[in-house]
T-cell receptor
Framework: GDSVTQMEGPVTLSEEAFLTINCTYT??????LFWYVQYPGEGLQLLLK?????DKGSNKGFEATYRKETTSFHLEKGSVQVSDSAVYFC?????????????FGPGTRLSVLP | GAGVSQSPSNKVTEKGKDVELRCDPISGHTALYWYRQSLGQGLEFLIYFQGNSAPDKSGLPSDRFSAERTGGSVSTLTIQRTQQEDSAVYLC????????????FGPGTRLTVL
């Protein structure tokens, strides 16, 4: 079945450091790919998405490019801030025989120190 | 409403009791999703509704779990004869329709089975 693998955390960085959180997937067909973020004490919210190969999703300084050849959707940010401390989830959504399939990765906790 | 709401926010129950969790999606959203987030784990997809219909129930962990949605709005997730392994945060999300991949999440219901 479809699956999402993302790097294990926690990831601890200093403010203004460069961030990469790796995400790879296995899926039949052509899924849409997402990054969701969960800030402390809050619910999940969509950070960015890409619906087809080579699409780049971007939001709040974060970027991720849908790479079909490497089945990856790595999250990057050039300069992290303390306010970026959160748990980040990579996810995919795709069509299957019976309808729609939704798979989330286990999440990566990011802590940014001042 | 302004966002997805869930009730109760916390539920503590004894093993063997039945519990009912409620989700109120964003007004006008036709698609609704249930997930489970166990401690230290990612999100486990349980079931989705398009309108009042749930095309596939195979994601539900056991036959003690059931979900329904009436009137194309509120959904309830029922767990019968709860077990300790059912303890988790149960998240609900909604989207405009199934083709719109952006899901808006509620704050979750934290279920503790003693």
């Amino acid at each position: 079945g479809d699956s999402v693998t993302q790097m294990e955390g926690p990831v601890t960085l200093s403010e203004e450091a460069f961030l990469t959180i790796n995400c790879t997937y296995t899926a039949t067909g052509y899924p849409s790919l997402f990054w969701y973020v969960q800030y402390p004490g809050e619910g999940l919210q969509l950070l960015l998405k890409a619906t087809k190969a080579d699409d780049k999703g971007s939001n709040k300084g974060f970027e991720a490019t849908y790479r079909k050849e490497t089945t990856s959707f790595h999250l990057e940010k050039g300069s992290v801030q303390v306010s970026d401390s959160a748990v980040y989830f990579c996810a995919l959504s795709g069509l299957v025989n019976y309808g729609q399939n939704f798979v989330f990765g286990p999440g990566t906790r990011l802590s940014v120190l001042p | 409403g302004a966002g997805v709401s869930q009730s109760p926010s916390n539920k503590v129950t004894e093993k063997g009791k039945d519990v009912e969790l409620r989700c109120d999606p964003i007004s006008g959203h036709t698609a609704l999703y249930w997930y489970r987030q166990s401690l230290g784990q990612g999100l486990e997809f349980l079931i989705y509704f398009q309108g009042n219909s749930a095309p596939d129930k195979s994601g539900l962990p056991s036959d003690r779990f059931s979900a329904e949605r009436t009137g194309g709005s509120v959904s309830t997730l029922t767990i019968q004869r709860t077990q300790q392994e059912d303890s988790a945060v149960y998240l609900c999300a909604s989207s405009l329709d199934l083709a719109d991949n952006e899901q808006f999440f509620g704050p979750g219901t934290r279920l503790t089975v003693l």
